[in-house]
């Protein structure tokens, strides 16, 4: 399975050790955690997000590496946690990290999870037919791999990207605080 991975090109691609900072599914010091998204839109999407950008113009001063990574084929435990959780702001982090300990527990070394960033259907490939066209909505989802990254391959696939504009309006962004 291909996944993607958008990062800043002054690091590498993948973490090698746990002094990554915590996100949704690790806490500090249990990495290295792997996170990508099943489509670029994706990736772009967790971006934005992140980085509270909803302005178009802004979109377009991004420049930022695109990976396409062989992450393999092997099962991912499915997050089973009510929406709202999985899509909510940092707040909601911690429950997601407990979570994901309890499934490292258990053997757990992947997990699949609704992307917090996409809305539904906020995937939007494109097609040939007639030209290019729309292709059909697909809801997002985030693959967390845990463990180093000796079995990981990836290919830049864009070296100053950055997402289509359009895609702001598919960005579950966070709430705003009052």
Known sequence: MIAFRQVDARYPFLWEDGSQPAGRW??????PAHYFADTPDGAWAEFLRHEDIDDPADVRTIRRQMWA???GDRPAGQVALPLNILTGGP???ERCRQR???MRARGADRLVATSAALTPGGARGQCVRAGVQPGEPHDGVVIVIFGLPDRLLGWVAAVDGRPPEDLLSRVRHYERRR
Do not use: F, L, N, S
């Open 91 to 93: 707040d909601t982090y």
């Open 69 to 71: 990574v062989e992450i």
């Open 100 to 102: 994901a300990r309890a």
């Open 26 to 31: 690790h806490g500090d010091g249990e990495g």
